[in-house]
């Protein structure tokens, strides 16, 4: 069964940097596009970067040129790299992955998803 561990989470003031791992199991890993989620209270969880198989991105347009999505096949790691955090970042950011291989197999990720790792933004 899938598992996802996701960490590096923290308090940071606004315009500070943070990086997210998520460690990967139970999938041929490198098969999979790989996403990052976030929920705030009281939203929907929303998808905040994709990263396909073959390392094509997408970003939600509120994290477009302040974050970076990458992949370590290897280690069966997926990355986001936050910079120039805002408050409105505030969330807790959750990992998951596709069925598929390209960014769009992201509409329909795995049932199962990990605690999540909580990210505050304030000064």
């Known amino acids: 069964q899938v598992q996802f561990v996701e960490s590096g989470g923290g308090l940071v003031q606004p315009g500070g940097s943070l990086r997210l791992s998520c460690a990967v199991s139970?999938?041929?890993?490198?098969?999979?596009?790989l996403g990052w989620y976030r929920q705030a209270p009281g939203n929907e969880r929303e998808l905040v970067a994709g990263?396909?198989?073959?390392?094509?991105?997408k970003y939600a347009e509120s994290v477009k040129g302040r974050f970076t999505i990458t992949r370590d096949n290897i280690k069966k790691t997926v990355y986001l790299q936050m910079n120039t955090l805002k408050p409105e970042d505030t969330a807790v950011y959750y990992c998951?992955?596709?069925w598929g291989s390209g960014l769009n197999s992201l509409r329909v990720l795995r049932s199962s998803w990990g605690q999540g790792t909580q990210v505050t933004v304030s000064s």
């Open positions: 990263i396909s198989s073959d390392e094509n991105t």
């Open positions: 998951n992955a596709a």
């Open positions: 139970g999938i041929t890993f490198s098969d999979n596009a």
